[in-house]
């Protein structure tokens, strides 16, 4: 498992002097447990082979090309906590996860990028404070766009190591298979056990639960 406290790196001799492409993606809006996590990517020459929507992925290739990407690109995740999931709202939050992936990366390299690529079709700017740069959005970028789908790899993959950790704590909800999503055995659970700290309170299957 990797380091959880390094939140960012950049190979040394990777990048000349050219202009430099991020690609952002999130993971963990729809959970009802856990963080959201959002990650940004400059990719190396020659990139990763075998980049795609991590959601197309196996578990073990995902595993894999995050290890890849992490060792010979530069990379930065953001994490927002459920506090915060909760104080902002869930888009909210993930502007604020892709601003700080952006922001950690932007200081790893030492230098400004040229372009930034955000999967779906919002960017941060106007709804995330910090957010300083001119970003595009590409619907279903993380399948087109191979910046972003590294992106989508790192921050999915840093995201369910989160909830692994948090399943040792708290197996009743069954996180290690659910990664906090709104499955059954999750729900179940809930109804069972009630909400604990890592659950939404602002999202309605655990609101519901708080009233019962």
Known sequence: ?????????????????????????????????????????????PRPGGLDDSKKLTAIRRG???????????????VVDVEAIDRLNILGATMLAMTLAVQRLCEALGREPARILIDGNLTPAGRAEGWRWQGTPIIGGDAI????????????????????TAAR?????????????????????????????????SFAPVAQMMLL
Not at 64 to 78: F, H, Q, S, Y
């Open 169 to 201: 704590d708290h197996p009743q909800y069954c996180w290690d298979r659910n990664k906090g999503y709104g499955t059954r055995d999750h729900l179940a659970a809930l109804q069972e056990h009630g909400p604990c700290a890592l659950h939404r309170r």
């Open 1 to 45: 498992m990797s380091d959880m406290s390094i939140l960012s790196g950049t190979p040394e001799g990777c990048f000349g002097a050219g202009d430099i492409i991020l690609g952002v993606d999130e993971a963990g809006r729809g959970p009802l447990a856990g963080p959201v996590v959002a990650s940004a990517v400059a990719l190396c020459k």
């Open 64 to 78: 894999e090309l995050d290890l890849t990407i992490r060792r010979r690109c530069a990379w930065a995740v953001g």
């Open 145 to 164: 766009e191979p910046c972003i789908s590294a992106a989508s790899i790192v921050a999915k993959e840093w995201r369910d190591r989160i909830m692994l």
